[in-house]
């Protein structure tokens, strides 16, 4: 399975911007679905963007809509989740996702992200 690390959470006040950043150890172009989840204490971990990479197509949670951007970076095999506009409902571990048909689900080891005034 391929490596995935996340770097760019920390903490942010409420309006502010952060951009995740989630470095892969191999090509990510022939994955069949790039994504980021988030998981809040006490919560279950949901879907937050994901990335089609064959057809460019995005797909985002509804909460995020307008404010998140998952984009990717071929040539350095990264994938990234811009972040604006944030709420201290956003406050969650964010883990990069890389889905293969053949080898299934990879993660990251997620990344802290904390909204507070």
């Known amino acids: 399975q391929v490596h995935l690390v996340e770097s760019g959470g920390g903490l942010v006040q409420p309006g502010g911007s952060l951009r995740l950043s989630c470095s892969a150890s191999?090509?990510?172009?022939?994955?069949?679905?790039l994504a980021w989840y988030r998981q809040a204490p006490g919560g279950q971990r949901e879907l937050v963007a994901r990335?089609?990479?064959?057809?460019?197509?995005?797909d985002y949670l509804d909460f995020v809509k307008g404010r998140f951007t998952i984009s990717k970076d071929n040539a350095k095999n990264t994938v990234y989740l811009e972040m604006n506009s944030l709420k201290l409902e956003d406050t969650a571990v964010y883990y990069c996702?890389?889905?293969?048909?053949?080898?299934?689900?990879?993660w990251g080891q997620g990344t802290q992200v904390t909204v507070s005034p």
């Open positions: 996702n890389a889905f293969d048909l053949g080898a299934g689900d990879s």
């Open positions: 191999e090509t990510i172009v022939n994955f069949d679905i």
């Open positions: 990335l089609t990479p064959r057809s460019g197509r995005t």
